[in-house]
């Protein structure tokens, strides 16, 4: 009895250890194209997506310049992504050599940390969607996964795999849920540049004869709002806040900062106060240069800044101003969210919080530190 009981027992082990020891095919009928169409299939909510395939002139230049990746490692693949405010994305790159795959599966790790710096501070859900993607691999096979439910997408990656994947019948699958999206022509709000010393001059000497269409524009909606929401009897940390509520709450954040195809441009005037004041539409650049513009409209003393979200190599720039002798910093743009509501979470802090957001970098050398905290926002 006792014989048998151990005969039982070594099978039950053998049978164990054969299914724990038992690879994973590392061939596959389905083409890349197929096997992203399949991905995204597993998820219940995803965006329209563009879709960049071998053939694609672009598919080379986003390889090398968006992955960092060697385009001569790579023998074939599909490229799936959201654009705008949308970071959604799902690839799959077929390599000439799998002995490349930890090198690209380290490129890809280093592309999300990068990535989602573009969101933070812009679009905080996107970037925690950003920072939960995932990259794996198979063979020759490797897989980037930016999406809600990277769980289901690993999973339909691997059972992408083995004998019973056959070829579809079609060419590519994929090319129905990728949009590609129509080019488009950025028109021009004018043919000069935004020159804020010439806005400010016509302003205080009140000629504006010599300025441009769009310096005219901007400064006369300047003037409609100093009109509409300061009152003589302000202080100017009241006169500080009037503006940067009438900023958040009338102009949002500009989505085409965050395009990365070669067909689409951010929109022109973004980077001014003409994306704010009269496009009502502005990237952070924007939103600082409105609020620098109106402080020196006021006489209200303010610099802007500029540095960057984290490890991310975008550029981005905030604002101090100083009020009764003492600095504060002020980040209008991150206060105006993508998704939520405006708030002041970044209106007049000290630099030591900008610091431990880990999201503000910023050369400290030539920027005064704000300690003061007499005008931080207070909830009423």
Same mark, same amino acid.
């Given at each position: ?21 038992? #690879? ?10 197929? $096997?992203?169409?399949?991905? $995204? ?17 672009? +598919? ?16 074939? !693949?599909?490229?799936?992504? =959201? ?67 990277? &769980? ?5 990656? +691997? ?8 070829? &579809?019948?079609?060419?590519?699958? =994929? &090319?129905?849920?990728? *949009? ?22 016509? %302003?205080? @000497? ?5 300025? &441009?269409? $769009? ?23 009241? #006169?500080?806040? =009037?503006?940067?509520?009438?900023? @958040?709450? *009338? ?42 513009? +109106? ?10 800044? +500029? ?10 720039? %905030?604002? $101090?101003?100083?009020?009764? !002798? ?7 743009? %991150?206060?105006?969210?993508? !998704? /939520? ?16 957001? /880990?999201?503000?970098? %910023? ?10 905290? @007499?005008?931080?926002? #207070?909830?009423?």
């Amino acid at each position: 009895m006792k014989k048998i009981q151990y005969c039982v027992i070594t099978m039950l082990i053998l049978c164990l250890l054969e299914g724990c020891t038992k #690879k994973q095919s590392l061939e596959t009928g389905m083409t890349p194209q197929e $096997m992203v169409q399949t991905i $995204m299939e597993s998820q219940e909510k995803l965006p329209t997506l563009e879709q960049i395939a071998p053939e694609d002139e672009e +598919f080379i230049s986003y390889v090398s310049n968006y992955y960092q990746i060697n385009d001569e490692q790579v023998e074939d !693949g599909d490229i799936c992504y =959201a654009d705008g405010e949308e970071a959604s994305e799902i690839a799959v790159l077929v390599l000439k050599d799998e002995k490349d795959s930890e090198t690209i599966q380290t490129a890809w790790k280093e592309y999300i940390q990068n990535r989602a710096g573009v969101f933070e501070g812009y679009a905080p859900q996107q970037a925690a969607m950003v920072k939960d993607g995932v990259v794996v691999g198979n063979g020759k096979y490797v897989a980037l996964l930016i999406c809600q439910d990277t &769980s289901a997408a690993k999973e339909v990656f +691997f059972n992408c795999f083995g004998e019973n994947k056959k070829n &579809s019948s079609k060419k590519n699958a =994929a &090319s129905k849920a990728a *949009s590609k999206k129509d080019s488009k022509e950025n028109a021009s709000k004018a043919d000069d540049a935004y020159d804020a010393s010439a806005v400010l001059k016509a %302003w205080k @000497t009140g000629d504006d004869s010599h300025l &441009s269409d $769009m310096n005219l524009k901007i400064l006369e909606a300047a003037k409609d709002v100093i009109h509409q929401e300061i009152k003589e009897n302000m202080s100017d940390y009241e #006169k500080e806040l =009037a503006i940067h509520d009438c900023i @958040t709450n *009338s102009s949002s954040f500009d989505y085409s900062v965050f395009r990365r195809s070669s067909a689409d441009q951010v929109e022109e005037g973004s980077d001014t106060p003409y994306g704010v004041l009269i496009d009502q539409k502005a990237m952070c650049h924007g939103y600082s240069s409105t609020f620098q513009l +109106f402080m020196d409209m006021l006489d209200i003393e303010c610099i802007t800044v +500029f540095g960057k979200p984290g490890s991310n190599d975008m550029e981005h720039s %905030w604002n $101090m101003v100083r009020l009764d !002798g003492e600095w504060y910093c002020v980040d209008v743009a %991150w206060d105006d969210p993508i !998704g /939520g509501s405006p708030e002041h979470t970044y209106f007049n802090v000290t630099s030591q919080e900008l610091r431990t957001s /880990g999201i503000h970098e %910023w050369d400290e050398t030539d920027v005064p530190e704000a300690t003061a905290t @007499t005008y931080r926002y #207070k909830e009423e």
